[in-house]
């Protein structure tokens, strides 16, 4: 496994992070005994950063991360998240540090190697969407610092959602320490400039920003939520639909895209679409860990050999071009 810096913070993370999103599923609805050994399997092949959030499963995979861990005594780095409320919005400093507070005991931590905001930005704040604006950010991460001041988290980081100007003034004021950027195939604007007419949200090289401001980056929905591995299908512990980030209007939209990529495999470059899609954000060298949702031990396995393959080869690239710039028949 590869190692690269998460941005400022000194922290080396593998360049294949775990997701224990609801859209990979494991560690929301999987079996603990599955958990268990899927979780000791990634730590022996070299993964050393998982990914949760306080919301993934309303705390279940909080709370099942942090029974996996202290079976296994693992040491291992975790990130969590904070998602504000609209009815928090008005004292966000103390909706933070209540939020972080529960997110320590359910993963039975005391301290918290990397907390985020949750929240999408916007230029202004809009509560009803649950919307943060950028001087919101500002107040979170208050207390974010007033938490590691506590010893209670370590670093913190933002979420690359939202719209494309706010999200470039988060990245520019340099308060945080990383990023989680949209990045995969279908849209690859975060870290690739886009063709003229690109149809999709333009992140405008967000990755790019960010590496610039030392922050660390994380690569999130690198198989467009499962889009990217070709079939509509969901896994049993994966969430059974599936809200497209910044791609098509749909999932099944995102599937019938994703075919389009197949022309790869078809050449001989990779053996598959998941394969062209980790090695394609793993090529992307200022990003510091490629995030993938997990439901069970194949899946697992396949995502670190085809991370470990390292990045796609320039003609695998070149021809990824061409078919961004085709795009303009969407
Ligand atoms: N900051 C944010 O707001 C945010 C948003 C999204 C994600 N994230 C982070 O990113 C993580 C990943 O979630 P994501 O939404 O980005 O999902 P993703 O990694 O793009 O897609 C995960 C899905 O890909 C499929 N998959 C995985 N490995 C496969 C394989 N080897 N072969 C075929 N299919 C495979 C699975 O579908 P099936 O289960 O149906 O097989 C799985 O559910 C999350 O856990 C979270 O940590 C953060």
């Known amino acids: 496994m590869e190692y690269r810096q998460l941005g400022r913070t000194g922290l080396e993370v593998s360049a294949l992070g775990f997701g224990c999103g609801a859209v990979g599923g494991l560690l929301v609805k999987g079996d603990h005994k ?76 005391d301290r918290i190697d990397l907390i985020q905001l949750h929240n999408l930005v916007a230029l202004e704040r809009q509560p009803e969407r649950r919307w943060v604006g950028v001087d919101n950010v500002q ?21 690359g959602l939202g719209e494309t100007a706010a999200l470039h003034q988060v990245v520019a004021s340099g308060l945080a320490d990383t990023v989680q950027c949209c990045f995969n195939m279908l849209n690859p604007s975060a870290g690739v400039r886009a063709p003229e007419g690109f149809p999709f949200q333009d992140y405008g090289q967000l990755i790019d920003r960010a590496a610039e401001m030392q922050m660390g980056v994380m690569a999130i929905r690198v198989l467009a939520g499962g889009a990217l591995s ?18 098509g209007s749909t999932f099944a939209e995102d599937v019938a895209l994703a075919g389009r990529f197949n022309l790869i495999v078809q050449e001989g470059y990779v053996s598959s679409l998941v394969e062209a899609a980790i090695r394609f954000v793993i090529g992307k060298a200022e990003v510091s860990t490629t995030l993938v949702g997990i439901s069970n031990m194949e899946q697992l396995e396949q995502a670190v050999a085809f991370a470990n393959r390292g990045p796609l080869p320039t003609e695998a690239l070149d021809r990824l071009s061409e078919i961004w710039t085709n795009y303009y028949d969407l």
Do not use: C
């Open 230 to 247: 070709g079939s509509i299908a969901r896994h049993p512990n994966a969430a059974q639909t599936v809200e497209p980030i910044a791609t």
């Open 139 to 159: 107040a979170a991460i208050r207390a974010f610092q007033t938490l590691q001041q506590q010893g209670k988290v370590r670093y913190w980081g933002v979420n």
């Open 34 to 109: 599955d958990m268990v050994q899927v979780v000791a399997r990634a730590i022996e092949l070299g993964v050393n950063y998982f990914d949760t959030a306080r919301i993934y499963g309303d705390g279940k995979s909080e709370a099942n991360l942090g029974l996996v861990l202290e079976a296994l005594k693992a040491d291992v780095l975790v990130g969590t998240k904070v998602r504000l409320l609209a009815e928090e919005m008005d004292d966000i400093e103390n909706a933070v540090i209540a939020s972080v507070e529960g997110s320590l005991k359910r993963l039975r931590l």
